[in-house]
Nanobody, 128 residues
Framework: QVRLVESGGGLVQAGGSLRLSCAAS????????MGWFRQAPGKEREFVAA????????RYADSVKGRFTISRDNAKNTLYLQMNSLKPEDTALYYC?????????????????????WGQGTQVTVSS
């Protein structure tokens, strides 16, 4: 059984930075695409970033491009999201997700139904 546990969220002022982590267990972490999504109150969950199994290819939502960086450490079974220049509109519950249908794939899904396992989320609040 896959388990994904996010951490690193918190309250930060606009312009500040946070680094989220997602610790994975239960499947070979290094074989699969991982993603970050977020959900603000009253809104649908949306794609933030994704990274292929090797860490060499990434994809970002336009709203975070240039400010957020997704990375992974396969030796530590951990996914990261470095968030810089945070804005109040980045306030949301952030989730990590794993796509286990395609091993060693170059596909970077941005749809919720392309991911099979989800963490419980970590809250990020950006004050103005």
């Amino acid at each position: 059984q896959v388990r994904l546990v996010e951490s690193g969220g918190g309250l930060v002022q606009a312009g500040g930075s946070l680094r989220l982590s997602c610790a994975a267990s239960g499947r070979t972490f290094s074989s699969y695409t991982m993603g970050w999504f977020r959900q603000a109150p009253g809104k649908e969950r949306e794609f933030v970033a994704a990274i292929i199994w090797s860490g060499t290819v990434t994809r970002y939502a336009d709203s975070v491009k240039g400010r957020f960086t997704i990375s992974r450490d396969n030796a530590k079974n951990t996914l990261y999201l470095q968030m810089n220049s945070l804005k109040p509109e980045d306030t949301a519950l952030y989730y990590c997700a794993q796509d286990v249908r395609r091993m060693y794939s170059g596909i970077l899904g941005r749809e919720l139904n392309e991911y099979d396992y989800w963490g419980q989320g970590t809250q990020v609040t950006v004050s103005s």
